[in-house]
Nanobody, 115 residues
Framework: QVQLVESGGGLVQAGGSLRLSCAAS????????WGWYRQAPGKQRELVAT???????NYSDSVKGRFTISRDNAKNTVYLQMNSLKPEDTAVYYC?????????WGKGTLVTVSS
């Protein structure tokens, strides 16, 4: 059974930076594609960044050029470096495989960006 624990969220001013981490338990971390998802208040959860097993990355238009996803297979951890944060980035951020596995969702980590 895979368990995901997200961390690194917090309160930051617009223009600031945060680095999120997602630690995964269980096997097969390195062969999976991973993604960072977010859910803002009153909105549906959206996928904002993905990283394939080989390391290739993709980003939603809303975060392209500001966010960077990376992975450390030795540590079973996925990261999201978030720069130039905007108030509209305020959300709970989750990691999961791509495509998502419903049974893997963790509690997420809250990012709040003040204007």
């Amino acid at each position: 059974q895979v368990q995901l624990v997200e961390s690194g969220g917090g309160l930051v001013q617009a223009g600031g930076s945060l680095r999120l981490s997602c630690a995964a338990s269980g096997r097969n971390f390195s062969i999976n594609a991973w993604g960072w998802y977010r859910q803002a208040p009153g909105k549906q959860r959206e996928l904002v960044a993905t990283i394939a097993s080989g390391g290739s990355t993709n980003y939603s238009d809303s975060v392209k050029g500001r966010f960077t996803i990376s992975r450390d297979n030795a540590k079973n951890t996925v990261y999201l470096q978030m720069n130039s944060l905007k108030p509209e980035d305020t959300a709970v951020y989750y990691c999961n495989t791509v495509p998502e596995a419903m049974e893997y969702w963790g509690k997420g980590t809250l990012v709040t960006v003040s204007s």
